[in-house]
């Protein structure tokens, strides 16, 4: 039995404000447009689209951050080298960094008094308001996070199952396919989720790189800016229940994998 | 069979330095050490899984020093089993047969027997997290054992089983050895376990290999103070010699044989020491009195601690013995041994 003193109390009262304050704005919004006003939203060509559009860059996104992001993330998970926390470092920048700065970099980068804008110019690649940049920006920000949820997969597969897979005469393809693979996709996957559901909430960068084609959180942005609260609420509803129901199947996966270890 | 020449390891913190020994065909060879002695290590690099930095590995007259695992032949059973824990008991036994040149009946036949073997049959659709220790063991001997490999090496494979299990290991380590046709390699840190299971052995220490040789001669004839601390020795001093005689601090003790030049150590194992109230008419050319000083238990037996003219001996008793001859702290007692029980390096 917890003794009910100053700091029991202390402690229950903390978590009620952490909580009320997570909870209640977002409770406001999401209660304050009316139904109808939401199925008006929603019947919104350019609402759609821009949801659409978010959705679709993140997905992107998202998918070349797992398929750049794994053999990255295995190898931060297997191996011992000069550099390694330079590399974990660098990883980590994007978290860091100010969103809208992130922005102004790839920008920097990918205009004409740059060498490399100049070869992207080349190939026909335009970063600068286009679904590429959109997209690009969106990368940046998210594989963190998915860097960091793979590899944490990867270390929990013991090396060792990989060794004995070798020596019963398994490639390293074929180990890291029958039992590397298997045993971390879980854990990819959250991290997947996690990127995704990093790439769809960016507003700072992308405003900067694409402020049309419009992803919803500039739609939002846009309406409130024009219109006022009213009418950037309904479409903040929108990608905020898009947004939960990410965030309740990353939740589900995670727990499952915890029952899971606790069978062994 | 397998030679290993030279090797040198640098792994981390970890150094391995000129490991040289043989293993001859169909041969049970145990590698001893304390922990941290670089044991897994050594097993590792013969695996394939580790790249010495020099020094070459061969199979009969074939090098593979420098051949992948998969290519090498050679099996590997952890100390903690290393099971597959997505498939189940049959899918891991059978993982090594899905990159077997074999015919797949051929694999699947040498599977079932196996299965029979080492007791495994009902366990078959189980996965690894619902099996004991034993089991898991059992599954990972088989699984090792299914592509019929030229070398099986064992890491630790007593240590994380309860001791009426070790029992049951060994006689099925005997089983093994007369069905199948591969060179065992098996490491441990614990030389009882090793001379129980007998055959030719190296006792490792700090990266090195201190002594090879069988295990009946590492435990009589240790070779560095490391490796007869590590057999248990306890009775070890640092002695002058001279004309079949040692001397520690004024004590003389007769060897009754000669010793190679060079020697300054003598040992005697504790159990070699025999007590006894009185002086006894006995053959044994080495007898002290001295005075108990400390008795620790030890389990089945008590190490008693005599001391003789400032140095300190140590004897092996039996509970039974101890009760009998009424010893205790600060008792005058008698001791002998035979001088064939003293071992000079």
């Not at chain 1, 940049?133 to 990368?139: L, Q």
């Not at chain 2, 103070?225 to 002058?240: D, I, R, W």
């Not at chain 2, 004897?315 to 205790?328: F, S, Y």
Request: glycine share 8%; proline share 4%; hydrophobic share 45%.
């Amino acid at each position: 039995m917890l003794r009910k003193d100053f700091f029991f109390w202390g402690t229950i009262a903390c978590a009620v404000t952490v909580m009320a304050f997570i909870a209640l704005p977002l409770v406001q919004l999401l209660t304050a447009p009316s139904l109808e006003m939401l199925k008006e939203t929603i019947l919104d060509k350019d609402v759609l689209n821009s949801i659409e559009l978010s959705l679709t860059a993140a997905g992107v996104a998202a998918l070349i951050s797992f398929i750049l992001g794994t053999p990255l993330a295995y190898l931060l998970a297997r191996h011992e080298f000069h550099g390694k926390r330079l590399v974990e470092g660098i990883i980590d920048l994007p978290i860091i960094i100010p969103h809208p700065v992130v922005g102004i970099a790839i920008l920097s980068v990918a205009g004409r008094n740059h060498w490399f804008g100049q070869i992207l110019s080349e190939w026909g690649i335009r970063i600068m308001g286009s679904v590429t940049g959109i997209i690009t920006v969106m990368t940046f920000v998210a594989i963190p996070f998915y860097i960091k949820a793979a590899k944490e997969g990867f270390d929990a597969v013991s090396p060792r199952l990989e060794n004995v897979s070798r020596s019963l005469g398994a490639s390293m393809t074929s180990t890291f396919f029958r039992i590397t693979f298997p045993l971390a996709w879980r854990s990819m996957l959250a991290g997947i989720i996690m990127a995704s559901a990093r790439a769809i909430s960016e507003f700072g960068a992308v405003v900067i790189v694409a402020y049309h084609p419009m992803i919803a959180p500039v739609m939002i942005y846009e309406r409130f800016e024009t219109y006022g609260l009213k009418y950037s609420q309904p479409v903040a509803v929108w990608l905020i229940g898009i947004c939960l129901l990410l965030f309740l199947l990353l939740r589900t996966l995670t727990t499952k994998q915890k029952n899971q270890h606790d069978l062994r | 069979m397998i030679s290993v020449e030279n090797l040198h390891i640098d792994l981390g913190e970890f150094h391995l330095r000129d490991i040289t020994f043989e293993v001859e065909e169909n041969e049970f060879f145990i590698i001893m050490g304390p922990s941290g002695s670089g044991k897994t290590i050594l097993l590792e690099t013969i695996a394939g899984l580790i790249q010495p930095k020099t020094g070459r590995i061969k199979i009969g007259a074939e090098e593979i020093t420098h051949l992948p695992p998969e290519k090498r032949g050679i099996s590997i059973v952890y100390q903690d089993y290393a099971l597959f824990p997505h498939l189940t008991v049959v899918e891991n036994i059978r993982y090594g047969l899905h990159f077997s040149k074999e015919n797949k009946a051929a694999g699947e036949n040498h599977l079932r027997e196996l299965l029979t073997l080492l007791n495994l049959e009902g366990l078959e659709r189980r996965y690894p997290e619902t099996l004991s220790g034993g089991e898991q063991q059992r599954v990972a001997m088989a699984r090792a054992l299914v592509v019929n490999p030229k070398i099986l090496l064992l890491d630790e494979p007593l240590s994380a089983l309860d001791p009426r299990l070790r029992e049951e290991f060994r006689l099925l380590l005997k089983q093994l050895q007369q069905n199948t046709t591969a060179t065992i390699l098996m490491v441990t840190h614990d030389f009882s376990e090793a001379l129980a299971l007998g055959g030719r052995g190296a006792v490792m220490n700090d990266g090195r290999i201190e002594q090879t040789g069988s295990m009946e001669d590492i435990f009589q004839r240790p070779v560095s103070t490391m490796v007869s601390n590590f057999v248990g020795m306890k009775n070890l001093f640092a002695v002058t010699l001279k004309n079949e005689t040692a001397t520690i601090e004024g004590l003389q003790i007769q060897l009754g044989h000669s010793y190679r030049d060079g020697h300054r150590f003598i040992a005697i194992r504790p159990e070699d020491i025999v007590l006894s109230a009185e002086q006894l008419q006995s053959s044994m050319r080495n007898s002290f009195s001295g005075q108990i000083v400390r008795i620790i238990s030890q389990g089945f037996y008590y190490e008693i601690h005599i001391e003789v003219n400032k140095t300190s001996f140590c004897a092996l008793v039996t509970k039974g013995a101890l009760v009998e001859m009424e010893l205790q702290e600060g008792k005058e007692i008698f001791l002998f041994f035979k001088s064939t029980a003293i071992h000079t390096f």
